[in-house]
């Protein structure tokens, strides 16, 4: 079983709607967790990054942790044609390291 | 891209060629890391530093060695490229914060032939 899993997609969504990614973990000692943008050809880019149960709201972009269950989700609201990617779930035990699921391809059609 | 430049941008070699990747930062941060990022596979850690002489293996660090003399650099060295070792390799850095987020550099995409 891979350490952190997510649909590769590709998920695609009308402009004005609502990205839903989600992302589960294996390693129930994992203490933060992130998400990452990366554009075709370019590197990945810091969008959110949540450590507590619940809900994190950054603009456009929601995070959500269920440590019990062992999932974070993404949440892309009004998506834009901007908001196309693919975008890398991360997973950091209690350390410096980070395990980074394969990525799910966001396509947002206008 | 946070501070961080890598070198070469793009290169080409040939198989059995030594191969230095460098990844210099600006921001003074303790962790460095370099990853590679192959379709399907997502970013693997090759190897990290925690501080000026002091480094460790990641999962895929087979055919890899590092190098940091200074806070600001972090070399990676493939002693014999393999056509295997062609990808894309991410440099990041990290400081001792909460969430401990990790930045990355532009990249440097490999072609061993």
């Known amino acids: 079983q891979k350490e952190v899993e997510q649909n590769s997609g590709p998920l695609s969504v009308p402009e004005g709607a609502i990205a839903s990614l989600n992302c589960t973990y294996s390693?129930?000692?994992?203490?933060?967790f992130f998400w990452y943008r990366q554009y075709s050809g370019k590197s990945p880019e810091l969008i959110m990054f949540?450590?507590?149960?619940g809900d994190k709201e950054d603009g456009r972009f929601t995070a959500q942790l269920n440590k019990a269950s062992q999932y974070v989700s993404l949440l892309i609201r009004d998506s834009q044609p901007s908001d196309s990617a693919t975008y890398l779930c991360a997973v950091n035990l209690n350390d410096y390291k980070l395990s980074f699921g394969a990525g799910t391809t966001v396509t947002v059609r206008a | 891209d946070a501070g961080i430049t890598q070198s070469p941008r793009h290169k080409v070699t040939e198989t059995g060629t030594p191969v230095t990747l460098r990844c210099h930062q600006t921001e003074n941060h303790r962790y460095m890391y370099w990853y590679r990022q192959d379709p399907g596979h997502g970013l693997r850690l090759i190897h990290y530093s925690y501080g000026v002489k002091d480094t460790d293996k990641g999962e895929v660090s087979d055919g890899y060695s590092v190098s940091r003399s200074k806070t600001e650099d972090f070399l990676l060295t493939l002693e014999s490229a393999t056509s295997s070792q062609t990808s894309v390799y991410f440099c990041a850095i990290s400081e001792e914060t909460i969430g401990n987020e990790q930045f990355f550099g532009p990249g440097t995409r490999l072609t061993v032939l």
């Open positions: 390693d129930r000692g994992s203490q933060s």
């Open positions: 949540i450590y507590s149960n």
